[in-house]
């Protein structure tokens, strides 16, 4: 096996390579059959695998890229790391506002964020390698693997007999039809944490959450950043989260172009890249150094002998499975971006967790009762839990919503925070909690006291009653609450306390 090499290729490449796809790795002999056999090491993988040899059984763990999958070497990990970056370097950039005077980034400081980046993700990718994952117990198998009948897999010459199988194979970014992409050339999340070098314009097409938080932060470490949008941003999100966050890009000298869409890609004579793109019936150019597609996920299905093995599946939305996570091969599950709408790491973690116990010992736990949160890390960042107005109508329940604005939480104000919101809704006529959305500079963080409420069944009532901290951001939740609470105050109720009231004088 040759020395897989990761541009650029400097001493944390080299250590993070050689954890997670180690130089002249040897496959270990297969055992005679395994309680179950993983194909692919992202998250679902990597949670399957070990969660099965922590219980005594044997487990098989097939990759054929790099054991951590995207999280660790081209998600969430390069990208927080970037963001970290790109963020301290707003706060200095607008010190003023905090009373101390303003600094500037140099442009060739971009080659000594990228090697930070490498550094924490070399740092972090101990916890995913292969060594470690085969002293826990795990057989480690790099190579391509490949059903060959419905309970058996092939891998670099050797079969692995199973008892059940995992499908973790994750997904990768999708590349849209457009007239002379692929002769320009682009980058997406799978290569863009390579550049040593800051663009001077970058061109995003894109503005979902991958394209939004690595648009912001190119911005914000120098680099002229147009982003090319079919809709508003984030469409899926609360609308007026997305009207903040429109605000804030525009406020940073991010170029929007929303409702447009991208219609073919040329080269200039001076070597600039030329996307031409239609908005309102016109034809203009946006003119960048590189382009950056960031338009979604496309699941990894193909080349895996599925059908061999009576898996069924489509390119578009992956592998088929029930509420149980279970294929058409009974002996066959599937967990996290391969077959999932949720593309998060913590789903592809919960939902292997259902898989383990489903497969080995025969529970019925479901994906549909699991209460997924989400967080866009852009600034603010914004995170929803829950249902939103069209679901909560598609199901036909009546709501309400209770919002408070961070602008009033003294916290916020203190730190010069006060952009954002939380919003909850509830059911109309009870305090159960439907879903909420959080605009907030830790939205990811907040987020988690209503995932815990909706999991929990306790009601937003309740959580009038929760002592906060003060000064915190978190507070403002209490306050939405209370918002709730003072709400169920009729005028009825209110002329019976002024009355009991004066009586006691």
């Not at 390579?17 to 194909?39: L, Q, S």
Request: charged share 25%; with cysteine; aromatic share 6%.
């Amino acid at each position: 096996m040759g020395r897989l090499i990761m541009p650029p290729d400097d001493e944390y490449n080299r250590e993070l390579v050689n954890n997670v796809h180690p130089d002249g790795w040897v496959n270990p002999e297969p055992k005679r059959i395994y309680n179950m056999v993983v194909i692919g090491a992202g998250a679902a993988g990597l949670i399957s695998s070990i969660a099965t040899a922590s219980l005594g059984g044997s487990v098989a763990l097939i990759e054929r890229n790099l054991l951590g999958g995207d999280c660790l070497n081209v998600g969430c990990v390069p990208s927080k790391s970037l963001i970290r970056s790109a963020n301290a370097a707003h706060e200095m950039k607008g010190a003023a506002r905090y009373g101390l005077s303003p600094s500037y980034i140099a442009k060739s400081d971009f080659y000594s964020v990228m090697e930070r980046l490498r550094r924490v993700r070399a740092g972090i990718s101990t916890n995913d390698s292969a060594a470690r994952y085969t002293e826990l117990g795990v057989d480690v198998f790099i190579g391509d693997g490949r059903f060959i009948d419905p309970n058996s897999v092939e891998v670099d010459g050797k079969v692995l007999r199973f008892k059940k199988a995992v499908i973790t194979t994750g997904a990768r970014a999708a590349i849209p039809d457009i007239q002379g992409i692929e002769d320009v050339g682009y980058y997406t999340n799978e290569n863009i944490f390579d550049l040593v070098d800051l663009p001077e314009a970058l061109i995003v097409i894109g503005g979902g959450p991958i394209g939004c938080e690595l648009a912001q932060a190119f911005s914000r470490l120098g680099s002229k950043v147009s982003i090319i949008q079919r809709g508003k941003l984030l469409p899926h999100e609360d609308k007026d989260a997305s009207a903040i966050l429109e605000e804030r890009f525009k406020s940073e000298g991010i170029e929007l172009y929303s409702d447009s869409q991208a219609l073919r890609v040329e080269r200039g004579t001076d070597g600039k890249k030329i996307l031409v793109i239609e908005k309102d019936g016109s034809e203009y150019a946006v003119v960048g150094d590189e382009i950056l597609i960031g338009v979604g996920r496309v699941p990894n299905v193909e080349g895996m002998g599925l059908g061999v093995a009576g898996v069924e599946y489509d390119k578009k939305h992956g592998v088929k499975v029930d509420d149980n996570l279970r294929t058409t091969n009974k002996r066959v599950f599937a967990a996290g971006d391969s077959c999932m709408k949720w593309k998060f790491t913590h789903a592809a973690d919960a939902a292997a967790q259902i898989v383990v116990q489903n497969a080995l010992f025969k529970g019925k736990k479901k994906l549909s009762s699991l209460v997924m949160p989400w967080c866009t890390y852009t600034d603010p960042e914004i995170a929803h839990v829950g249902m939103y107005d069209g679901e909560a109508i598609s199901a036909g329940i009546e709501y309400e919503y209770y919002k408070f604005d961070m602008a009033e939480n003294d916290r916020a104000r203190a730190e010069g925070d006060e952009v954002g919101f939380v919003k909850v809704m509830v059911e109309k006529g009870s305090d159960r909690i439907l879903g909420a959305t959080i605009v907030s500079k830790h939205a990811g963080e907040m987020i988690n006291e209503i995932t815990t409420c909706i999991t929990l069944g306790i009601g937003l009532g309740k959580l009038g009653s929760v002592i906060h901290p003060y000064p915190t951001q978190s507070e403002a939740i209490k306050r939405v609450a209370g918002l709730y609470n003072k709400s169920r105050l009729t005028p009825f109720i209110a002329k019976l306390l002024k009355l009991w009231l004066r009586v006691q004088r």
